[in-house]
């Protein structure tokens, strides 16, 4: 099993890589996921879990940050992710399902995901928040454009970008302070993209009807959204 996971990370991270060569002589492809129909109950339980794991793992993180400023963004990324948590919760309730039950079947690899790229230090927890949550909030709100129209418009918000300036003005903050942070914190970004990518891969193949290779520009996007926002911290994805 650790064999196949290995293998797969490193497809997955030669894939990125090929496309970081290739951007300039090929357009990236708009992502399509009109193919894509959720499960809804599916879908609403990964979100939720999603949120509330992400919400306690920055909850954990803050006490470790190195200034006032840095935990009072540490308390931003928790915070959102609460706010994102109970909204889902909200959807589930209002289709009469358990929340619990829901989110159950999702626990054991959304929280070894977590577990994997917890980060040895504030530096890094704050930055697994940044990329990871940016990178399965993008594939979550996609998703959600097959949604039923009722529950698509209550979610429309829901997955946007609204704590990342405050991240990028804080950790830019920080680089400029501890200039060695940086390619510390390069590096660490290009390993949680391929544990990112994984999960999401794992979350799509819950309610994609194609096969994988037609479902490439699903990543090559996600994958071109992260490397913005690690430009947008003057890191090298």
Avoid: C
């Avoid at 990112?196 to 290779?213: F, I, K, M, P």
């Amino acid at each position: 099993m650790v064999s196949l996971w290995n293998r797969r990370r490193a497809r997955l991270a030669a894939n990125w890589l090929a496309s970081r060569t290739t951007r300039a002589k090929v357009p990236v492809e708009r992502l399509q996921l009109d193919d894509v129909s959720p499960e809804l109950t599916v879908y609403l339980g990964q979100a939720a879990y999603l949120q509330l794991s992400l919400y306690e793992a920055m909850g954990r993180a803050g006490s470790s940050a190195p200034t006032m400023s840095g935990r009072l963004v540490t308390g931003v990324l928790a915070t959102t992710a609460l706010d994102r948590h109970r909204a889902i919760v909200a959807e589930i309730t209002r289709s009469h399902h358990d929340p619990a039950e829901l989110m159950e079947p999702h626990r054991e690899a959304i929280d070894a995901f977590l577990h994997r790229t917890a980060g040895a230090d504030w530096f890094e927890s704050i930055l697994t928040g940044y990329v990871t949550a940016g990178i399965l909030n993008d594939l979550f709100a996609s998703l959600a454009r097959s949604l039923p129209a009722d529950v698509r418009g209550r979610l429309k918000n829901v997955f946007d970008a609204r704590e990342e300036p405050a991240v990028v003005e804080e950790l830019t903050a920080d680089i400029a302070r501890e200039p060695l942070v940086a390619s510390r914190l390069a590096m660490w970004g290009r390993r949680l993209v391929g544990d990112t990518l994984l999960v999401g891969r794992s979350a799509l193949a819950s309610h994609a009807r194609e096969d994988e290779e037609r479902l490439e520009p699903v990543f090559t996007e996600l994958i071109a959204a992260h490397t913005r926002r690690m430009d947008a911290l003057g890191l090298t994805a």
